[in-house]
C-alpha cells in the first residue's frame, strides 16, 4: 500500500512501519481474492474455515482460523493428487495479510503459467529459479547477512526485529510442512525463538513465489492498521504515524478577542499641532496692528 493511494480506500487510521512490524487484518479477503478472481473453487466447513482449490485441485489453500494451531494459512502444490505435497508454505495467524496477498497473486500467476512455473524447484545457479534470489529484495533494503549457527544462512532487518533464515542440508519433508523446521523461515519479533509472526516454506517452494513475499516485506511504505487494534501491529516496537494528521482544535472565545486585538492597527503617534497663541507681539515696521 503506498502511501499515494487514496485516503478513501485505506482500511485503517494509522500508517504502522516498518510494515512487518504490522499484524493480520481482520478478514483473509484481501488474500483470498487472487485465487478466486482466477476462477479458484471456495468451500468453507462448519466452523468457519476456508479451503480454496486450483482447478484441478493440484494447488490447494486452507484459511483455518479454527484449525488446530496458529497455522492460518496453509498452501500445498501437488503433482499427484493423491500423493504428498510437492512443496508447502505456512502463515501463522499475525503474519500481515498483505504478504500473504503477495504470494497468493504469485501463485495464481504462476498457476496460469502451469507445472513449469509452480511447481518449478529452485535449484542453485540457474537464473530465475536460485535460492538466493529470494533474499535480494531484503538485501536492497539494508538487511544485514548473518550466520546464527551451523548449517543456516540467515539476513536480519537493520532494527533486529525481523529476519529470514535458509536452513542447509538434508530435512525431513514431512516435519518441513508440518513445523517450523523447514527450509526457509521468515519471522518478526524479538526473537526467531519465540517470534510474534513466522512463515515457513518447504525445499522446493518455487523461488519466483517466495521472492514476491520478500519483495512484498522489504517494501519500505508502510501499511494502514487501526491504532485500537493493538493485534494489528507489534506494539511498542512499531512506528504509528495518523493517516489523516488531526486538524487543530476549534478557537475559543477569549482566542478569537485575542486574534481580534493582534489584528487591530497600532495608534498614531501624537503629532506636535501649531496653535494661536494670545501672547501679543510688537508690530514690524509697516504693519499694522
Known amino acids: 500500500m503506498s502511501l499515494h493511494d487514496d485516503l478513501h480506500t485505506l482500511d485503517g487510521d494509522v500508517f504502522v512501519s516498518p510494515r512487518y512490524l504490522a499484524g493480520s487484518t481482520s478478514t483473509g479477503d484481501l488474500a483470498l481474492a487472487p485465487l478466486l478472481d482466477h476462477g479458484w473453487d471456495l468451500q468453507h466447513d462448519d466452523l468457519g474455515n476456508v479451503y480454496v482449490n486450483a482447478p484441478d485441485r493440484r494447488v490447494r489453500l486452507g484459511y483455518l482460523p479454527e484449525g488446530e494451531d496458529d497455522g492460518l494459512w496453509r498452501?500445498?502444490?501437488?503433482?499427484?493428487?493423491?500423493?504428498?505435497?510437492?512443496?508447502?508454505?505456512?502463515?501463522?495467524?499475525?503474519?500481515?495479510?498483505?504478504?500473504?496477498?503477495?504470494?497468493?497473486?504469485?501463485?495464481?500467476?504462476?498457476?496460469?503459467q502451469g507445472p513449469d512455473a509452480y511447481l518449478a524447484r529452485p535449484v542453485t545457479g540457474i537464473d530465475e529459479h536460485d535460492p538466493f534470489l529470494a533474499v535480494v529484495p531484503l538485501l536492497k533494503q539494508g538487511w544485514e547477512i548473518d550466520r546464527p549457527r551451523w548449517g543456516v544462512?540467515?539476513?536480519?532487518?537493520?532494527?533486529?526485529?525481523?529476519?529470514?533464515?535458509?536452513?542447509?542440508?538434508?530435512?525431513?519433508?514431512?516435519?518441513?510442512?508440518?513445523?517450523?523446521?523447514?527450509?526457509?523461515?521468515?519471522?518478526?519479533?524479538?526473537?526467531?525463538?519465540?517470534?510474534?509472526?513466522?512463515?515457513?516454506?518447504?525445499?522446493?517452494?518455487?523461488?519466483?513465489?517466495?521472492?514476491?513475499?520478500?519483495?512484498?516485506?522489504?517494501?519500505?511504505?508502510?501499511?494502514?492498521?487501526?491504532?485500537?487494534?493493538?493485534?494489528?501491529?507489534?506494539?511498542?516496537?512499531?512506528?504509528?504515524?495518523?493517516?489523516?494528521?488531526?486538524?487543530?482544535?476549534?478557537?475559543?472565545?477569549?482566542?478569537?478577542r485575542r486574534a481580534a486585538v493582534s489584528r487591530r492597527p497600532a495608534a498614531l503617534p501624537a503629532?506636535?499641532?501649531?496653535?494661536?497663541?494670545?501672547?501679543?507681539?510688537?508690530?514690524?515696521?509697516?504693519?499694522?496692528?
Open 75 to 112: 498452501i500445498n502444490a501437488y503433482k499427484d493428487l493423491f500423493g504428498p505435497p510437492t512443496w508447502g508454505v505456512c502463515f501463522n495467524d499475525r503474519v500481515p495479510t498483505e504478504f500473504v496477498q503477495a504470494f497468493t497473486t504469485a501463485l495464481a500467476t504462476a498457476y496460469e
Open 153 to 256: 544462512f540467515a539476513v536480519q532487518a537493520p532494527d533486529g526485529l525481523a529476519g529470514m533464515e535458509f536452513t542447509t542440508g538434508d530435512l525431513d519433508p514431512e516435519a518441513e510442512l508440518t513445523t517450523r523446521d523447514a527450509r526457509w523461515q521468515l519471522w518478526a519479533g524479538k526473537s526467531i525463538d519465540r517470534p510474534v509472526w513466522y512463515a515457513t516454506a518447504s525445499t522446493d517452494t518455487p523461488v519466483a513465489l517466495l521472492t514476491a513475499v520478500t519483495r512484498c516485506v522489504a517494501d519500505p511504505a508502510p501499511l494502514p492498521r487501526w491504532r485500537q487494534d493493538t493485534l494489528s501491529y507489534i506494539e511498542g516496537m512499531a512506528q504509528l504515524t495518523p493517516i489523516v494528521p488531526p486538524q487543530p482544535p476549534a478557537p475559543t472565545p477569549l482566542d478569537v
Open 271 to 289: 503629532v506636535s499641532v501649531p496653535r494661536w497663541s494670545t501672547t501679543s507681539r510688537p508690530a514690524l515696521p509697516g504693519q499694522r496692528r
